[in-house]
C-alpha cells in the first residue's frame, strides 16, 4: 500500500513553546489529510481536515488557533501545537488519501510530551 | 450521522484459538467497511476493506463479510498468534460523513502463548 511517513515519532518540549508535525506521502498525491488526536486506550478523535490549497476544516470543540493545519503541497501537510501546554500531550496521528472515494493511509504517529 | 459499535474488550485468548470481534453501524446509503489494526505506539494499519454489501474482506487470515441486512462487519480470525496482539478498530466511509472515516472504540486483542 501507500506510505504516509509522519515527523517526529516523538518530542518532548516545554510548555509555552510550539511544536511543528509534518505528514508526508511520499508516494502518491493527497488531496485531502486528517489530524486525528488519541488518547491512551480510546479511538482516534478527528480534529481537522485540510484540502490542499485550501483552508483546513476543523472540527468542532477544536481551536484553530491552537492547532494550526497547512497543506500547501499534495504531498505535505502540517500540524503546528502552538503555546503547547500538558494538557495538549497525546498521540497524534495523520493520514492521508490520494481521492475523496479512495482508501486512507496512516502515519505512524506522534508522541508529543509537554513538560 | 453515522457510527459505529465495536464489541467491548479487552480480549484475551490464548494462542491458535478462534476470534471474532463484533461490530455493527449506523449509516446512510452504502458506505465502505474497514477493519484497522493498531500495534503499540504505532499508527494504524488497514487490515481490510469491503466496499458493498455481501463483500468479503480478507488478509492475514482474518475475515470479515459486508452484511447490510445485520448493519455488521465481524472481524474472524481461525487461529490466532500472539503476534495478532494489536488494537483492532472498525471504521466505515460514507453516508452522511463523506470522505471521513468514522471509526468504532477499539478492541484491544491480547494472544497469550
Given at each position: 500500500?501507500?506510505?504516509?511517513?509522519?515527523?517526529?515519532?516523538?518530542?518532548?518540549?516545554?510548555?509555552?513553546?510550539?511544536?511543528?508535525?509534518?505528514?508526508?506521502?511520499?508516494?502518491f498525491q493527497a488531496?485531502?489529510?486528517?489530524?486525528?488526536?488519541?488518547?491512551?486506550?480510546?479511538?482516534?478523535?478527528?480534529?481537522?481536515?485540510?484540502?490542499?490549497?485550501?483552508?483546513?476544516?476543523?472540527?468542532?470543540?477544536?481551536?484553530?488557533?491552537?492547532?494550526?493545519?497547512?497543506?500547501?503541497?499534495l504531498?505535505?501537510?502540517?500540524?503546528?501545537?502552538?503555546?503547547?501546554?500538558?494538557?495538549?500531550?497525546?498521540?497524534?496521528?495523520?493520514?492521508?488519501?490520494?481521492?475523496?472515494?479512495?482508501?486512507?493511509?496512516?502515519?505512524?504517529?506522534?508522541?508529543?510530551?509537554?513538560? | 450521522?453515522?457510527?459505529?459499535?465495536?464489541?467491548?474488550?479487552?480480549?484475551?485468548?490464548?494462542?491458535?484459538?478462534?476470534?471474532?470481534?463484533?461490530?455493527?453501524?449506523?449509516?446512510?446509503?452504502?458506505?465502505?467497511?474497514?477493519?484497522?489494526?493498531?500495534?503499540?505506539?504505532?499508527?494504524?494499519?488497514?487490515?481490510?476493506?469491503?466496499?458493498?454489501?455481501?463483500?468479503?474482506?480478507?488478509?492475514?487470515?482474518?475475515?470479515?463479510?459486508?452484511?447490510?441486512?445485520?448493519?455488521?462487519?465481524?472481524?474472524?480470525?481461525?487461529?490466532?498468534?500472539?503476534?495478532?496482539?494489536?488494537?483492532?478498530?472498525?471504521?466505515?466511509?460514507?453516508?452522511?460523513?463523506?470522505?471521513?472515516?468514522?471509526?468504532?472504540?477499539?478492541?484491544?486483542?491480547?494472544?497469550?502463548?
Amino acid at each position: 500500500g501507500a506510505v504516509v511517513s509522519q515527523h517526529p515519532s516523538w518530542v518532548i518540549c516545554k510548555s509555552g513553546t510550539s511544536v511543528k508535525i509534518e505528514c508526508r506521502s511520499l508516494d502518491f498525491q493527497a488531496t485531502t489529510m486528517f489530524w486525528y488526536r488519541q488518547f491512551p486506550k480510546q479511538s482516534l478523535m478527528l480534529m481537522a481536515t485540510s484540502n490542499e490549497g485550501s483552508k483546513a476544516t476543523y472540527e468542532q470543540g477544536v481551536e484553530k488557533d491552537k492547532f494550526l493545519i497547512n497543506h500547501a503541497s499534495l504531498t505535505l501537510s502540517t500540524l503546528t501545537v502552538t503555546s503547547a501546554h500538558p494538557e495538549d500531550s497525546s498521540f497524534y496521528i495523520c493520514s492521508a488519501k490520494e481521492q475523496v472515494d479512495t482508501e486512507a493511509f496512516f502515519g505512524q504517529g506522534t508522541r508529543l510530551t509537554v513538560v | 450521522g453515522n457510527s459505529v459499535t465495536q464489541m467491548e474488550g479487552p480480549v484475551t485468548l490464548s494462542e491458535e484459538a478462534f476470534l471474532t470481534i463484533n461490530c455493527t453501524y449506523t449509516a446512510t446509503g452504502y458506505p465502505s467497511l474497514f477493519w484497522y489494526v493498531q500495534y503499540p505506539g504505532e499508527g494504524l494499519q488497514l487490515l481490510l476493506k469491503a466496499t458493498k454489501a455481501d463483500d468479503k474482506g480478507s488478509n492475514k487470515g482474518f475475515e470479515a463479510t459486508y452484511r447490510k441486512e445485520t448493519t455488521s462487519f465481524h472481524l474472524e480470525k481461525g487461529s490466532v498468534q500472539v503476534s495478532d496482539s494489536a488494537v483492532y478498530f472498525c471504521a466505515l466511509v460514507g453516508g452522511t460523513s463523506g470522505s471521513r472515516l468514522t471509526f468504532g472504540e477499539g478492541t484491544q486483542l491480547t494472544v497469550n502463548p
